[in-house]
């Protein structure tokens, strides 16, 4: 009996020792630290465990192999002082050493806590988990910050320029037009007006004199000849040519002479930077309120209009354009024909229009017009 007891027990000692050289201070590790390179990958973004490498995988171990039975803290921590004797700062010279080794030493934390393992465990295939308790912007990163001061600065800058250039091409735009205009010498249904007519007349005088003044000079300078010189004959059309390439150079200068077109048309100046526009628009704003408030109140107490509320009230129905291009007299006769009115308002835009037909048709117009008139009464 005592030889059979003796004997059980010889077997289950040996099957211990058995089972404790798998995993425990007996076990022969043949692991290659020096061959070893391959860390695998884990979806850690936020780096709360190894990052994008597999804890196991760096102290060279496969999850998927193990089973049911994974290495027990010994092994791992044998397995842990070979790789950081290996990728030690101060025995390693390789440039990604140091960081090999603070990835050995942070996988050695999170396989030997025993929570932390299990939640890693837990998480290798279980995303949401991992997004719900760390947050779902772990799929992006904050730019660097840039300096709010300088933004606004840099924007009201460029803002400046712009406003500067937009406001010399609308300029420029009605420049252009006015050469135009006086060199072909275009009628008021073709977009000319009595500014550019009377432009293309100083334009000829000018051109004049300077002919005169030349033929001056050359009859003084030249000594008499025998010989006449022939003259070419140009036809119409070539005459037109030449002085309209005459006309136009003198005609640049006196429309780059106008600062002014009127009605917002003019050349930029500092009032027209975007930083001046931006500081006096709250003055602006805060007279509109109160012009506004103003009027309300001397409707309710049926107050006549001012001169100023009828000069406002026009300004508005045809808009600041026409009001600028206006001369003083059209200004106060617009006022009186008070065309802040619907009626009134319709009346004075058929009279624009008809003003930019020709003169034949405005006659038949007219003749129309007062045929209407006389069958009405």
């Known amino acids: 009996m005592f030889l059979v007891m003796l004997a059980l027990l010889s077997v289950i000692i040996t099957t211990a020792v058995e089972t404790s050289g798998n995993t425990g201070d007996n076990y022969t590790d043949e692991f290659d ?14 780096n709360e465990f190894c990052g994008k490498f597999d804890c196991y995988k760096i102290l060279g171990f496969d999850y998927e192999s193990f ?25 390693n010279k390789r440039r990604d050493a140091k960081e090999r080794f603070v990835k050995i030493s942070r996988a050695y934390e999170v396989l030997t806590d025993k929570e932390a ?70 009628g008021a249904g073709k977009g000319g007006t009595p500014e550019s007519k009377n432009l293309r007349d100083r334009a000829l005088e000018i051109l004049k004199d300077r002919e005169k003044n030349e ?31 005459l006309l136009r150079p003198i005609l640049t200068q006196l429309v780059d002479d106008i600062d002014d077109f009127g009605a917002g048309y003019h050349k930029p100046t500092w009032k027209d930077l975007l930083v001046v526009k931006l500081a006096k628009f709250p003055i602006s704003f805060g007279k509109g309120i109160s012009w506004n408030i103003m009027y309300a109140i001397h409707r309710i107490q049926k ?13 508005r129905a045809i808009g600041e354009i026409h009001w600028n291009s206006a001369t003083v007299e059209e200004q106060k006769e617009m006022i009186k024909r008070d065309l802040w009115t619907g009626q009134n308002m319709l009346k004075w835009e058929e009279e624009q229009e008809v003003k930019q037909w020709s003169a034949a048709d405005r006659k038949r117009y007219n003749r129309m017009k007062k045929g209407k008139s006389s069958k009405e009464e």
Do not use: C
């Open 33 to 46: 630290a020096e061959g070893h390179i391959n860390w695998g990958t884990y979806y850690d973004p936020k």
């Open 67 to 91: 089973g049911k039975e994974h290495p027990d803290k010994s092994v791992i921590t044998k397995r842990y002082r070979k790789l950081s004797r290996l990728w030690h700062p101060d025995k």
């Open 117 to 186: 393992r299990k939640e890693y465990d837990f998480m290798r295939y279980n995303q949401e988990a991992y997004l719900k308790k760390y947050g779902s912007s772990v799929m992006w990163t904050y730019a660097p910050k840039s300096n709010t001061f300088l933004v606004i600065i840099g924007l009201l800058i460029a803002g400046t320029v712009i406003s500067w250039f937009v406001q010399k091409q609308q300029w420029q735009n009605v420049a252009d037009k006015m050469i135009k205009a006086s060199m072909e010498d275009l």
């Open 303 to 315: 107050i006549p209009l001012t001169d100023d509320e009828r000069e406002v009230l026009t300004r």
């Open 215 to 245: 033929k001056e000079e050359s009859t003084n300078g030249v000594t008499m000849t025998s010989k006449k010189k022939k003259k070419i004959k140009l036809t119409a059309s070539e005459k037109r040519k030449q002085q309209e390439e």
